[in-house]
């Protein structure tokens, strides 16, 4: 049996075989668009290691003729003191389950090939900041230390990988989504292309259309001389998407391209993970739909006027639950002193809640009644209190942070970047007020606001998009 399989626009995969984000990646290369080089160990390898607690017989050889046809590619060497090939080792199973498995970046950086980087760039900052996350991410992901030995490092990130699908927050995920525990994860190994490279370079997400409303025009956020993680993992001040036509028009103008590209190929609003390295745009991943409730009607809706889908295929892509989440109330505030803070509204929608600033609390609480999860960023360890909670308050991050995603797949109200919250494990404060761990809290995930108490809800504002969706339906039937 096949276990590794090329990352090409003539490789025959489907998702099931290599996971989403791979298929997503191949038919990356189809569309001619800017894809770092790279292979997929399928997910049949995941079934087999978790069946037996071993790499399949097999593996290490095909990883081996794997990692050399990568250097062939890219003309670096896996561990070497010239010219080092770095690569990143990234999960994805064939249906998203964002930030729940694990991740290595930098893999390969021995302290050999860190010296190499070093004096190939003439930037040892850069070199040595790449290592230290190549540090920190094998500890998580593989709980022990980083071994100096390039292929040893990847046997050990491609099984930690493997191990992370039967993670806690793995599993609850799968239970959230209903999402079969056989089906397993792939593991996508690519050149590295940095964005922390220099003042040229930046990481970020951005989507065809703005994934809360589904107005027509791109959105996202980037940052700059990070890479990816830095995005998502919402600790990191972001900025608007558009900043990067600013700095990078030329990135920026392919950006374009590309989204509107994707958005023909797919029939439907895309978001891509992308890295400008020195200037140069690459794509790391895309995802087709991913929206708001009222955004993914919106969309549906616009794509048939244009003829793009047909009314049945407009009805077919909006479930029950996105239905009754696109009824989305608003807050209706009387007066300031009810305002807590404002932040941006990351999946709209209205909740109340008493305040939990721990997930244990959040777990806790949920079972007396309704809790708002107010945490200063969230990761993938916060799942089971995303889960018990109404909505979500986050005091870093943006609209493509972890917290956000989370919340726009859950339909749960999220305001993300609060950034005058300090949480602690007992209480909530701003400049001008602390509120204790189980004070109520209204949140609004359209304008962003945070008010105390239960202030009053506008009634549910017309929706033209919603009204022609549900004339379809009831013709169709």
Not at 54 to 77: I, K, N, Q, Y
Not at 156 to 162: C, I, P, S, T
Not at 231 to 254: I, S, Y
């Amino acid at each position: 049996m096949r276990w590794v399989h090329r990352l090409s626009a003539d490789a025959e995969v489907s998702a099931d075989l290599v996971g989403a984000k791979a298929y997503g990646l191949v038919e990356l290369h189809r569309l001619g668009l800017p894809v770092p080089p790279g292979f997929v160990v399928g997910t049949g390898a995941c079934r087999a290691f978790l069946r037996d607690g071993r790499l399949p017989d097999g593996l290490r050889r095909e990883l081996a003729v794997a990692v050399g046809e990568l250097e062939a590619v890219t003309g670096r060497g896996f561990g070497a003191a010239a010219r080092p090939l770095v690569v990143s080792v990234r999960s994805g199973a064939s249906v998203s389950m964002p930030g729940m498995m694990s991740t290595v970046l930098d893999l390969g950086l021995t302290e050999t090939a860190t010296a190499g980087l070093a004096a190939e760039t003439g930037d040892p900052a850069f070199a040595h900041d790449s290592r230290r996350r190549l540090l920190a991410g094998f500890a998580a992901a593989a709980a022990g230390p980083v071994p100096d030995d390039p292929a040893e490092q990847l046997d050990l990130a491609v099984r930690a990988v493997f191990a992370s699908w039967n993670a806690p927050r793995a599993r609850t995920y799968r239970a959230l989504h209903g999402i079969p525990d056989e089906l397993g994860t792939a593991v996508t190994v690519q050149a590295m292309v940095f964005g922390n490279r220099d003042a040229r370079s930046g990481a970020g997400v951005a989507f065809s259309r703005d994934p809360n409303t589904g107005e027509p025009v791109p959105f996202g956020e980037v940052l700059f001389g990070c890479q990816g993680e830095d995005v998502v993992l919402g600790t990191a001040a972001t900025r608007p998407l558009a900043e990067l036509a600013g700095r990078e028009p030329v990135a920026w103008k392919e950006l374009l391209a590309a989204l509107a590209r994707l958005e023909e190929h797919y029939r439907d609003a895309c978001s891509v993970e992308f890295t400008v390295e020195a200037g140069r745009l690459w794509l790391l991943q895309v995802r087709p739909g991913g929206l708001g409730a009222r955004a993914a009607v919106r969309v549906a809706v616009d794509l048939a006027d244009a003829g793009v889908i047909d009314r049945r295929t407009a009805v077919r892509r909006i479930s029950a639950r996105q239905l009754e989440s696109a009824r989305t109330p608003r807050l209706e505030l009387t007066g300031t002193r009810e305002l807590l803070t404002r932040g941006l509204g990351a999946c709209p929608g209205v909740a109340t809640g008493r305040v939990a600033t721990t997930t244990g609390a959040a777990v806790r609480m949920a079972a007396a009644g309704p809790v708002i999860l107010v945490r200063p960023h969230t990761s993938p360890l916060d799942l089971p209190g995303l889960a018990a909670a109404a909505g979500v308050v986050t005091a870093t991050g943006g609209p493509t942070s972890h917290a956000a995603v989370v919340a726009r797949g859950l339909a749960k109200p999220a305001v993300v970047g609060a950034t005058d919250l300090t949480v602690t494990p007992a209480a909530v404060r701003t400049p001008t007020r602390t509120i204790a761990e189980g004070a109520l809290l209204t949140i609004d995930g359209t304008t962003g606001e945070v008010a105390l108490g239960r202030p009053g809800i506008a009634p549910v504002p017309t929706d033209p998009a919603l009204h022609r969706l549900l004339d379809w339906a009831a013709e169709i039937r």
